[in-house]
């Protein structure tokens, strides 16, 4: 029962990650092309989704419980000072 929900969880936030990434592409070429047109609309709904895109994507690092950048380089184990 636990590891179905865990693999339950997993799955939802591999998936999660892989939706963001491919909104993350599909934002960045929309920004290209809406810089070209003359009307600011189009400025203001990417710039809405990119909002929206950098919630959920700080959202999912919480979730991933990465370590900072220090504690994940200090090296660890009895060894680790030779």
């Not at 999660?16 to 600011?40: C, D, R």
């Not at 990465?66 to 090296?75: L, M, Q, T």
């Amino acid at each position: 029962m636990e590891t179905e929900i865990i693999n339950y969880i997993t799955m939802f936030v591999t998936w999660a990650t892989a939706l963001v990434g491919a909104a993350s592409l599909i934002v960045a070429g929309l920004e290209k092309i809406a810089k070209l047109t003359p009307t600011h609309k189009d400025d203001e709904a990417i710039s809405t989704a990119k909002r929206w895109l950098a919630w959920v994507i700080a959202i999912l690092d919480r979730l991933a419980l990465n370590p900072d950048k220090n504690s994940a380089r200090e090296p660890k184990g009895p060894d680790a000072n030779s």
